[in-house]
């Protein structure tokens, strides 16, 4: 495969579907559109009970007193479960996806506001929130730590005093790259710019909130679980090993999943709750998260304290680049990462760029938030590191008083140096980054819009308008498709991905992957996958997931791996199926395999193209009475366990405009122009829909979305009236572009896009809006009250209560 | 799933029947017409009423029309009467409120969005008594009044003596409002202007005004402010700054500066005191700045 500009189309099914790559209508979308989609809420089990949760008011606060008896009381109230009933069996903590402890329901303290604290289960959904309310707990407030910065101070009070021998707020330090090598560029550089910014804590907000519906059948002692899960077998396991039981007698179903963004990865209190409720009445217990619930206590993202220094020439060369982070890991460390990266992949920070050295530390402490970190589309903390790098560069740019594209384009690897392995350790697989850039740069119409913005300034300058413009870029690259298993795991389960495929005798396909939508269609684009391998329609290939009982295990989907991880997979079953049909079609024509050559969809004769077997032919013949040669078993079926060898590295250039109100602070984008290269496209259509949302992400977060905290630790971002999304009305009609760089080494050349906009487009936007208003730096989110506080020269704290 | 402690619900058909469930329950129950304001903070458990009386089926409260000086309680001038039920979507395009106040569309427009301005009307709006309320900083700037019944008769609130504090007003048990009342005037211009963090959530900070020329005399003036902590939502000494001089930028400079120093907004996650103060005197001269091209233009309109 070879690096062009666009993905060739393929030729057309009958049902008017490409066989292969191409765009088609999404194959779940007829569901979806009548509303005839089946989630977690939709399960109704005959005698289903239904919980809720009473959650802490107070982010710290010792327990007093738990009383449950007008609750239990209540007609139609089954269970009253508290962590003292859980304690009893030995589920009041449980382990997190970073060798933690979490809470299940709080025992001695809760540790931040929104805890859960106990668990009713009734009748009805209303009476349990009704009697919900009428526990009554008696709390003993504690000091509450809220501002990183001050979580390792020596009178900070220690959160995770249940922790033997803890006398501190400190997780861990951790650092990569070459400190010795950083030192030495720093000292020498002719320019050294260092900039302190925030990634503030923000949440991924799906528009379906996590739940469960679990079934422990007393009779079978199977547990069925229905649940909102991005990783339905690491769910499986990970019960198992909580609470002991048997893996065989546990069937996670993950039906169909309202948005995720990695919010449904961990396993959270309520789902553990779901199960002991149904142990404990006997009965299917539902346990529907309600949103304030969903933004306060469940997996929030970033919350990085970062201060970026970066070294260059005078005239623009960079040598290095440094940077020191906070990690706010909120009172319990339930980052879902690879063991050996506690600060995720953020160690990638050095970005698209060629650097003599690199260095960074990270050092991460608990404060009285909610746990998580690793959420919100941000490949393992790539968001961040990519954040800080193309702020960075603005930030020398201004430094040097150069152009930022030309600071860019003169520093961006070049084709040539890959496979280029980096300062910290990535090797980068593939890449031609200068043509992304001014793709984009040309669809911008780049010097037009610099000669907009001059006139724009001098009519501000002149006291004609109150309005300025910004021009801003980021160039990102990705990181995506975790393993290889032997780098990377989850709880010690390393990350490589099964795949079955199976076609019968006529000619259908049913490929069962482990991976679990959350909406991106991969119903479509994996049966397009299978399509462009094997030459059978799409519309012939069923693709099941999300059911533990009906696919092989895997990991799951986050971090953009399905396609890189369980599309190889896929592409390698597809392979199997392939060569195993062309023995069929031998015997079936009576001649030699190797004679045989293939076009999609059928194996012929060389050099006699009318004599051959199209794969439904040779499906039939090998479920038929044929005799077949020996040591090939009868059926068309493969299976496979996919480890990735490296990462993929999609990458893009994007470029956001925008206007400047400077007498309000208002923020107007009025154009963003994206280039994505993910390597080939597999459905273009649903590639878009997927950059569109990541986009639309990265204006919510550089202007809207953040949780931040009063100096109690309340969480003044508990509704969507609080926690802004963007809507509509905030979003341009995005421009979208592309090149095509495939990965060398995945069996398709594809590369992940899921997260790519997601990861890109924050930076963008807050390097327009800076270069509009002519300041280093603000951080996010860039409200129209931030914009004006950073104009006055006092830049809000975004991350606190504004006071 | 958020829902509400348990209530109960009353569909009324007549006002008269509204009052009676009214006086009947008291404290504890509440009228419900858009419903896009208690609901949630029902749903919040913030609200716990024990009744809801619904009035979305009782007749003439959804009017927009003009009315005689004095007609049905109001003042001794023509005005415009809005029933109690006319909501947001109605008022955003009412041809009668288009044409005497554009400063209706022009809130309209910014409040929320359109599911919500489907729904929300005129009289839950003012009774929210939300500081950050547009409708009310609107009816305020024109100096307009609120109409309420009870069992024994109407009275009419000027709007600047109906809300007693966040959350509150005049209206007691066993009353209801049934109307909104604008004056007309002639020769006229009026704006609204609003800072949102986003379409849909409430101000940071918004101001409304009108301006009735006398030739290039100002010969009143109404401010409206929502969201930032204005007595009354309103600023009388910046309005009485502008009466008797020139409708220009200095005059409005002037009285931007005074509303500047008079609010006492709250510092919250929409922004700092300074910058809504700030926020709270720009918008006030840009809403100037437009009212005095629309009131030029209505003078255009009349002599021709």
Known sequence: MTATETTPDAPLSEAGNPIGFGRMLRKEDARFLRGQGHYVDDVKLPGMLHGSILRSPMAHARIVSIDTSAAEAMDGVHAVITGEVLEGLGLAWMPTLSNDTQSVLVTDKVRFQGQEVAFVVADSGYLAQDARDRIVVEYEQLPAVVDAKQALADDAPVIRDDLEGRTDNKIYDWEAGNLEETDRVFADAEVVVTQEMLYPRVHPAPMETCGSVAHMDPVTGKLVIWTTTQAPHAHRTLYALVA???????????????????????????????????????????????????????????????????????????????????????????????????????????????????????????????????????????????????????????????????????????????????????????????????????????????????????????????????????????????????????????????????????????????????????????????????????????????????????????????????????????????????????????????????????????????????????????????????????????????????????????????????????????????????????????????????????????????????????????????????????????????????????????????????????????????????????????????????????????????? | MQVPETFDYERVATVEEALQRLSHHGDEARLIAGGHSLLPMMKLRLALPEVLIDINDVPGLDHVRVVAGGEGGGGGEDEIAIGALVRHAAILTDPILGEHWPIFADAERKIADPLVRNRGTIGGSVCQADPAEDLSAVITALRGSVVVQSADGRRTVPIREFHTGPWETVVGDGEMVVEVRVPIRTSVGSAYEKVERRVGDWAVAAAGTFLRMDGNTIAEAGIGLAAVGATHMTCPEAEESLVGGPADADAFATAAGIVSAAVDPTADQRGPVDYKRHLAGELTRRALARSADRARDDSLREDA
């Not at chain 1, 040539?416 to 980068?428: I, N």
Request: hydrophobic content about 35%; glycine content about 12%.
């Open chain 1, 244 to 803: 002991g039981l048997p893996e065989h007698k546990i069937q996670v179903i993950s039906p169909d999943i309202g948005g995720g963004f990695g919010n449904k990865v961990g396993i959270y209190p309520g789902y553990v709750c779901s199960i002991v409720g149904s142990i404990v009445t006997g009965k299917p217990v539902k346990w529907m998260e309600d949103r304030a619930g969903n933004l306060m206590s469940t997996s929030f993202a970033r919350d990085y304290h970062m201060t970026g220094s970066i070294a260059a020439t005078r005239d623009g060369d960079i040598q290095g680049l440094r940077v020191d982070v906070l990690a706010d890991h909120g009172a319990f460390n339930g980052v879902a990462q690879p063991t050996k990266y506690p600060a995720g992949f953020f160690h990638i920070f050095t970005g698209s760029y060629d650097y003599g050295a690199a260095h960074c530390n990270v050092r991460a402490v608990y404060t009285n938030k909610a746990p998580g970190g690793v959420a919100y589309a941000c490949s393992f903390r790539i968001t961040e590191a990519v954040y800080l790098v193309e702020r960075m560069i603005d930030v020398l740019a201004d430094e040097l008083d150069m152009d930022p594209a030309e600071l860019r384009m003169k520093n961006l690897l070049q084709p040539e140096q890959f496979p280029y392995t980096t300062p910290t350790g990535w090797e980068y697989d593939s890449g031609d980054y200068p043509r992304a850039l001014q793709k984009a740069l040309d669809m911008a119409g780049y010097d037009d819009l610099r000669a907009e913005q001059a006139d724009k300034q001098r009519a501000f300058d002149a006291g004609e308008s109150t309005e300025v413009m910004g021009i801003g870029i980021s160039f990102f690259t990705e990181g995506v498709g975790a393993g290889p298993r032997k780098h990377m795991d989850i709880l010690g389960l390393g990350m490589a991905d099964g795949c079955e495929l199976r076609i019968h005798p006529t000619g259908k396909a049913v490929l069962r992957i482990s991976v679990q939508s959350q909406g991106q269609g991969h119903e479509t684009t994996f049966a397009q996958i299978v399509s462009q391998e094997l030459g059978l329609p799409p519309e012939d290939i069923d693709v099941v997931h999300g059911d533990t009982d009906n696919t092989p295990f895997g990991l799951g989907t986050y971090g953009s791996r399905s396609t890189p991880v369980s599309g190889a997979a896929a592409a390698v079953v597809s392979h199997r199926i392939r060569d195993k049909a062309r023995i069929i079609a031998a015997t079936s024509l009576e001649c030699d395999p190797d004679d045989l050559e293939w076009e999609p969809g059928r194996w012929f004769v060389k050099g006699s193209p009318e004599t051959g077997q199209t794969v439904q032919e040779s499906a039939f013949a090998a479920h038929g009475s044929m005799e077949l040669p020996e040591g090939v078993e009868g059926h068309l079926d493969a299976q496979t366990v996919y480890n990735p060898p490296n990462l993929t590295y999609p990458f893009g250039a994007y470029i956001c405009v925008t206007n400047v109100d400077t007498a309000t602070g208002e923020v107007t984008v009025r154009r963003f122009i994206a280039v994505d290269d993910c390597g080939p496209r597999i459905n273009p259509m649903i590639v878009e829909g997927q950059v569109h949302g990541g986009l639309a992400d990265g204006i919510g977060m550089a202007l809207m979305e953040v949780i931040a905290f009063d100096a109690d630790g309340n969480h003044l971002g508990g509704s969507f009236m609080d926690y802004l999304l963007p809507t509509s009305m905030e979003c341009p009609s995005w421009e979208l572009g592309e090149t095509v760089t495939p990965s060398p080494h995945h069996p398709i050349g594809v590369k992940g896009v899921g997260e790519s906009a997601t990861v890109g487009s924050p930076p963008a936007v807050v390097n327009s809006v800076l270069d509009a208003i002519g300041v280093r730096h603000a951080d996010m989110p860039l409200t129209p009250a931030a914009v004006w506080r950073a104009l006055q020269g006092s830049p809000l704290r975004t991350d606190l209560a504004i006071e």
